[in-house]
């Protein structure tokens, strides 16, 4: 096979292919005609490649069809974009989607809370049960302050009681 005469014959379907690439919109006839010359070029190069392979035109062949497979399959949008769709998009729609899930299981504990706070508080047998005056003043005045210890230890302890919390 002579590659001289093949190159001389198909260069002007390579140039109309690479016309249609760069063309911003396409008609159905245009997109079909893509499709087929795409097919012929891919096939041209494979020849090439096989015969004798001359770099230029390799690499001429390969960018063009690089550039024609972009266009018929379309290109993915980088990953930030991803990201930021689902923070402006799907999340928001998630969370109004739920919203009113959201709204009565906060009014169920604020409720519960509610309701037990009311009770203890009326109920002397109720506080008496949350221990003796003396251990809630010692609570109040000193256990609780040292349970909320600033230090490297508790930040620790905290960590790893959420760690586990969202293990189970």
């Known amino acids: 096979m002579d590659l001289d005469a093949l190159v001389v014959a198909r260069t002007p379907e390579w140039d109309r292919l690479d016309r249609l690439v760069r063309r ?27 015969a004798a392979p001359d770099p230029e035109t390799v690499t001429r062949l390969s960018q063009l069809l690089g550039r024609a497979r972009a266009r018929i399959a379309g290109t993915h949008e980088p990953a930030w974009r991803d990201v930021a769709r689902f923070l402006t998009v799907l999340l928001p729609a998630a969370l ?17 809370g509610v309701v037990t706070g009311v009770w203890v508080a009326t109920h002397p047998e109720a506080l008496a049960a949350m221990g003796t005056p003396a251990s809630r003043k010692e609570y109040v005045d000193q ?15 905290v960590w790893t009681n959420n760690a586990w919390v969202s293990a189970l």
Do not use: C, H, K
């Not at 109004?96 to 519960?112: C, D, K, N, P, Q």
């Not at 256990?143 to 302890?157: E, I, S």
């Open 96 to 112: 109004y989607r739920i919203r009113w899930w959201t709204v009565g299981v906060m009014v169920v504990f604020l409720a519960v």
């Open 24 to 50: 911003r919109r396409l008609s159905g006839a245009e997109s079909d005609e893509l499709v087929r010359l795409y097919r012929a070029t891919a096939t041209d190069l494979s020849t090439l490649r096989s």
């Open 143 to 157: 256990l609780f302050a040292a349970y909320y210890d600033p230090g490297v230890t508790f930040a620790a302890m």
